[in-house]
C-alpha cells in the first residue's frame, strides 16, 4: 500500500540478519543486502517474559499474542495476571467471566502512573460491577488490517509484531467461561517465585488456596480443584490456574543490531540517542522503545516508553534525516517540551501531565488534591508556587488549561487551594 501511494519508498519485508555500521550496510535473513547512506532503527521492545518457553505463560505485545489471549481465555475458569503497568490494568478491568488474581510487586495497583490515592479511587471501580457503555474516543483511532494470516510456522513464532497502541482490546471479546462479569483477587508486593507444571505440583506435595470469597476475606482453604499451572508467589502463598499472563514491561530490542557494532547503551538497555535521534554511531539514528533519550531533558518531560511517545520519536527522527541530509540545522521538536499522556483505564478518560507523579523532585514539592468519589480525580504538583505536573482521572476538562500552566511555569502561590475548587471555573479565568 505504502509503495502505491508513495514512488519513493520501497517496504522489505525481512528480519534484520546484521547491522555493519562502518560499511553502512544491512544483511536481511532473505539474504540481501542493502547499503544505506542514513538508517532509523525503530525495532522497537521485546516483552520481558517471567519465565520462556513454558506453554502456560504468554505474553500479551502485538495483535497476535492478543489474539491468542483471547482463544485461550474463552476455555479458562481462573487466570493470573502478573504485572503492574498499562496492559495489566486494563486487562484486569477488560475480562469478564473469568477468576481473576492479579500479582503486583507494589503496594498499589498502576505504579507506573498513579499513585497510592490515585490506586484508590479506581480500585472501587475495579470491585464494581461493570455496566456502563463504553465513553466516546475522541481521537484517531489505530487498529489492524482485517485480513486474516495463516496459521504463523514455528520459524516466525519469535518475530514480533507492531506494539498494540491504545486501542487494543476494542474489538476483541475477553470473555471466559463462567457467567460473572468481575471476579478479581489482588495480592500486592508480591512476584513469582515459582511456576510449576500440573504434574510437578502433584510430586512437589505442596498446597494451593481457593479463589478469595470476599476482597477482605484472605483465602486460607485448599483448592481441591486441579489446575494445568500452579504459581507460588514470595508471600509463599500458592494458586492454580489456566493460564498466566506476564504483563511485566519491556526491553529495548537492541540484539539484532550490537554485533560488531559499539553503540553507547542507556543504563536501561536502548539505544543512547542525542537530542537529534542520533545513536553514538556515524548515521545511525533510533526512535521508539528501542532508544533512550539521552540529552538534558525539558524539567517537565520524561522517556516512557509508551506508544504515542514513539510515535512522536519516529516523526521527529524522520524530520532530522532529512535535515542532516540538506545540511539544515533543526530545533527540538516541541512535543519533548512537556510529558503529555492520554489514555483510558477502567473506562475513566486519564491524563498525565509534566512530572505527574512528582519524578526527580526530590521532597521539595507539594501536591493538591480534588476527588469525587466514581466521579472524578484531580492530582497537582507543585513547585516554587508553580506547576510541575497533574493526574486528571475522569471529565475534568481541565487539562488544557494545566498543560499552558505547567508550560508558562505561571507563579500560582497566590491562588492556594483555590487552584482546585470545584466552584471556581478555573478554565474560564485563566483563558
Known amino acids: ?60 505485545r502485538d495483535t497476535d499474542s492478543a489474539q491468542e489471549f483471547q482463544k485461550q481465555l474463552t476455555k479458562a475458569k481462573r487466570i493470573m495476571i502478573i504485572g503492574n503497568g498499562g496492559i495489566a490494568l486494563e486487562l484486569v478491568y477488560e475480562i469478564e467471566g473469568c477468576e481473576v488474581i492479579w500479582a503486583i510487586k507494589d503496594k498499589a495497583i498502576g505504579n507506573t502512573f498513579f499513585d497510592a490515592g490515585a490506586a484508590e479511587f479506581l480500585t472501587s471501580k475495579l470491585i464494581a460491577e461493570k455496566p456502563e457503555a463504553e465513553i466516546a474516543q475522541k481521537r484517531t483511532r489505530y487498529t489492524t488490517e482485517g485480513k486474516k494470516k495463516e496459521a504463523g510456522t514455528k520459524a516466525n513464532a519469535d518475530n514480533i509484531g507492531s506494539a498494540l497502541g ?27 517465585k515459582k511456576i510449576y507444571l500440573q504434574k510437578e505440583f502433584r510430586i512437589s506435595k505442596k498446597k494451593s488456596l481457593t479463589f478469595p470469597r470476599d476482597h477482605h476475606n484472605q483465602s486460607v482453604t485448599a483448592d481441591t480443584e486441579i489446575w494445568p499451572v500452579y504459581v507460588e508467589l514470595t508471600n509463599e502463598k500458592i494458586y492454580g490456574c489456566d493460564f498466566i499472563v506476564s504483563a511485566t514491561g519491556v526491553t529495548p530490542n537492541i540484539e539484532p543490531f550490537l554485533c560488531g557494532n559499539n553503540f553507547d547503551l542507556g543504563e536501561d538497555g536502548g539505544l543512547k540517542v542525542d537530542d537529534h535521534m542520533h545513536t553514538s554511531l556515524p548515521d545511525i539514528y533510533a526512535a521508539g522503545d528501542i532508544c533512550t533519550a539521552s540529552w538534558q531533558p525539558s524539567p517537565v518531560w520524561q522517556q516512557m516508553r509508551l506508544w504515542t511517545q514513539a510515535r512522536q520519536m519516529g516523526w521527529y527522527a524522520a524530520k532530522c534525516m532529512a535535515a542532516a541530509s540538506l545540511g539544515d540545522s533543526i530545533d527540538m521538536d516541541f512535543s519533548f517540551e512537556l510529558f503529555a499522556h492520554v489514555t483510558k483505564f477502567f473506562n475513566y478518560k486519564v491524563v498525565l501531565l509534566g512530572k505527574y507523579n512528582a519524578q526527580s523532585l526530590g521532597s521539595d514539592h507539594e501536591l493538591m488534591l480534588r476527588c469525587t468519589k466514581g466521579q472524578e480525580y484531580v492530582k497537582v504538583v507543585m513547585q516554587n508556587g508553580r506547576m510541575m505536573g497533574a493526574v486528571l482521572i475522569g471529565e475534568t476538562d481541565l487539562e488544557e488549561t494545566f498543560e499552558n500552566l505547567i508550560l508558562n511555569q505561571m507563579n500560582l502561590s497566590s491562588y492556594g487551594e483555590d487552584l482546585l475548587d470545584p466552584n471556581i471555573d478555573i478554565e474560564d479565568y485563566f483563558d
Open 1 to 60: 500500500m505504502l509503495e502505491n501511494r508513495f514512488p519513493n519508498i520501497k517496504v522489505i519485508e525481512s528480519g534484520v540478519k546484521q547491522l555493519k555500521s562502518e560499511e553502512h550496510c544491512i544483511l536481511t535473513e532473505d539474504g540481501s543486502q542493502h547499503v544505506y547512506k542514513k538508517l532509523c532503527l525503530c525495532a522497537g521492545a521485546k516483552p520481558k517474559l517471567i519465565c520462556k518457553g513454558n506453554p502456560y505463560v504468554l505474553g500479551i
Open 166 to 192: 491504545p486501542d487494543w482490546h476494542e474489538g476483541l471479546n475477553l470473555k471466559g467461561t463462567k457467567e460473572f462479569s468481575h471476579k478479581i483477587h489482588i495480592e500486592t508486593m508480591c512476584e513469582v
